[in-house]
Structures are given as structure tokens and as C-alpha cells.
């Protein structure tokens, strides 16, 4: 047997059996190693409160705020399908356009969001 068709059996093999232990193929999950878990919980259980608290009481809206930047000439993300020994492609023009993109959701669902090509470095007070 080549060896080619040898790894791809054992690579099949490998895939029942963890198939058979209730394991698939999944896309992995994305978790920052600096994520402190227990500043989190403890800010969850005893700052945020107040501060729901503080918004009722001035009867305030809770907005949560992001940015984030994109840029034109970054591949899309995910895997593609091609046929063997073919690499799929994707065309692009060559030229790289960036936006800048703000959103805020509140606690009752509404979406706020803007975009915009200059670079904002003003603090947020």
C-alpha cells in the first residue's frame, strides 16, 4: 500500500473513532489567554449591578460600545472548496480601502452604529 493511502486510512480511522466518542469536526472557538475569569465574575456580580442601578436611577440608557477597524485586502475569513491540488481564489483589486466602524447596543435591543474612514483618537470621557 502507498504511502499516501496509508495515512489517508489512519486518518480516516482516527475520524470514526472519535466520531464513535461523540467528537466532529468544529471550527475552534477564540478565547484571549489574558482573560482573567474571576475579575470577570466578580465584576459581573458585584460592579455591574451598580451601575444598572445608577442608569434606573438617573434614568439613563446602558449602552455597550465597540470599534473595530476593517480593511479591503484581508482574506475572507473561513475555509473555501476547491478540487484537489487546486488552491481556491479569491480576486481582489490590489487596493486596500479601511473603514473604521463604531456600534453601541443598549439593553432594550437597539443597535446604534457608524462608519467612517478617519482615524478617531479622541478619549471617550
Known amino acids: 500500500m502507498p504511502r499516501s493511502a496509508s495515512l489517508a486510512s ?18 475552534p472557538a477564540r478565547r484571549s489567554y489574558r482573560q482573567q475569569p474571576e475579575a470577570v465574575r466578580v465584576w459581573l456580580e458585584e460592579e455591574y449591578p451598580a451601575i444598572k442601578a445608577r442608569a434606573q436611577w438617573e434614568k439613563a440608557e446602558l449602552v ?17 472548496w476547491a478540487p484537489v491540488g487546486q488552491t481556491p481564489l479569491v480576486r481582489v483589486n490590489g487596493r486596500c480601502f479601511r473603514v473604521n466602524i463604531m456600534s453601541a447596543v443598549a439593553s432594550r435591543g437597539v443597535l446604534w452604529f457608524t462608519v467612517f474612514r478617519s482615524n478617531e483618537t479622541h478619549e471617550i470621557k
Open 10 to 27: 489512519q486518518a480516516a480511522s482516527s475520524l470514526s473513532v472519535l466520531g464513535r466518542h461523540g467528537f466532529t469536526p468544529q471550527r
Open 64 to 80: 455597550w460600545a465597540g470599534q473595530c477597524g476593517l480593511r479591503s485586502d484581508t482574506a475572507p475569513p473561513g475555509r473555501s
